[in-house]
T-cell receptor, first 112, second 111 residues
Framework: DTAVSQTPKYLVTQMGNDKSIKCEQN?????MYWYKQDSKKFLKIMFS???????INETVPNRFSPKSPDKAHLNLHINSLELGDSAVYFC???????????FGSGTRLTVV | GDSVTQMEGPVTLSEEACLTI???????????LFWYVQYPGEGLQLLLK?????DKGSNKGFEATYRKETTSFHLEKGSVQVSDSAVYFC??????????FGEGTQLTVNP
């Protein structure tokens, strides 16, 4: 059973389109995250939700909007996609930061 | 602010060589510390962790010791295998209920 699952795994789209990435965790964790990994493998936190409440909102363009319908799901919607949005996006969950995160396998977004 | 610094890569070793990847952190208090590993095309997997000073985390032959006096958490393995080729990330629990990650170190092990 996959603990943190993201869909789709690959996403190729044209500039200006709107797309969504979905994330679900079956670990019963209270907190979920979105991270962006650039081409140099650098990981940058974007958002975090704790039990459906937004607790971390980093300096991310307004075109990115997270949505958490329940504590097991955290989706990421991106409007008006730009070339610079191309990256791998990782969802993660945790039950307390001190215990670490469980990551999904990532969504590779390519904007052409 | 809080930060994690890893030794720059890439690192290339021959099979059975010794590995050390340096990691230092800047954070208040006694943060939990982690090493994650990312194999090609996959997400990050927790490799090991330590939650207090002088703790040693270990897994799959890898070890790291929490050194408060030097704010370090260096990753070591005595004999690497080709299957250890991956990107390794050091991380620290930092203020704001988050993990802060280092830049990642690409390890390639040749047969």
């Amino acid at each position: 059973d996959t603990a943190v699952s993201q869909t789709p795994k690959y996403l190729v789209t044209q500039m200006g389109n709107d797309k969504s990435i979905k994330c679900e965790q079956n670990l019963g964790h209270d907190t979920m995250y979105w991270y962006k990994q650039d081409s140099k493998k650098f990981l940058k936190i974007m958002f975090s939700y704790n039990n459906k409440e937004l607790i971390i909102n980093e300096t991310v363009p307004n075109r990115f909007s997270p949505k958490s319908p329940d504590k097991a799901h955290l989706n990421l919607h991106i409007n008006s996609l730009e070339l610079g949005d191309s990256a791998v996006y990782f969802c993660a969950s945790s039950q307390g930061t001190a215990r670490g995160y469980t990551f999904g396998s990532g969504t590779r977004l390519t904007v052409v | 602010g809080d930060s994690v610094t890893q030794m720059e890569g890439p690192v290339t070793l021959s099979e059975e060589a010794c590995l050390t990847i340096n990691c230092t952190y800047t954070a208040t208090g006694y943060p939990s510390l982690f090493w994650y590993v990312q194999y090609p095309g996959e997400g990050l997997q927790l490799l090991l962790k330590a939650t207090k000073a002088d703790d040693k985390g270990s897994n799959k032959g890898f070890e790291a010791t929490y050194r408060k006096e030097t704010t370090s958490f260096h990753l070591e393995k005595g004999s690497v295998q080709v299957s250890d080729s991956a990107v390794y990330f050091c991380a620290a629990e930092t203020s704001g209920s988050r993990l802060t990650f280092g830049e990642g170190t690409q390890l390639t092990v040749n047969p």
